[in-house]
């Protein structure tokens, strides 16, 4: 299936991939990567990119005939460059990356439709995703901005991603059984 999540934390607008097993009428499971990058020139000024990926394992338990709940396991990655335009106090470019990974729980609900000439279309109607265990920070950005108001800030952003729940929206999926 191919989709899109109009909204969800850190970053909207993801766009997804993913692979559903059907077991029977009630039971599935599914890995979805999803994915959104923003980046920020301004007027030929470059102030960074910001990169989210998730990737999602997930049973759906069918409740009846679209309507399901979802459950697994998550494992998502917030990454953010800073542009080349910043410089530190001596004039040079800073152009440094910061890197936070973690694995948690993912539950949600929502819909999935499937017609005889395999069409499917289904929506994620809400889906929270809660980080348990951090698996990788490379912060070393912090040595290399000055002033500790903007390291504050970035290490507001790293405790912000791994600890608080982000959420998915209304996600879109369209897709082909066979």
Known sequence: MIGYQFFGTWLPSKKTISYTHIFNEEWSLEGEYSWSTISFPVVGIDLGEIKEQRY???????MGNSFHLTFGAVLSEFRARLGSDF????????TSDFKVENIGLTAGIGNRWQWQNGVTVGIDWFRMNMPL???ELDDNVLKSIPGSEDQD?????????????SFVVLGVNVGYTF
């Open 87 to 94: 410089l530190d106090d001596m004039g040079n470019e800073i």
């Open 56 to 62: 999602t394992l997930q049973a759906r338990r069918y």
């Open 153 to 165: 800030e970035v290490e507001k952003v790293i405790r912000v991603f791994n600890h608080l729940p």
């Open 133 to 135: 265990f951090e698996t």
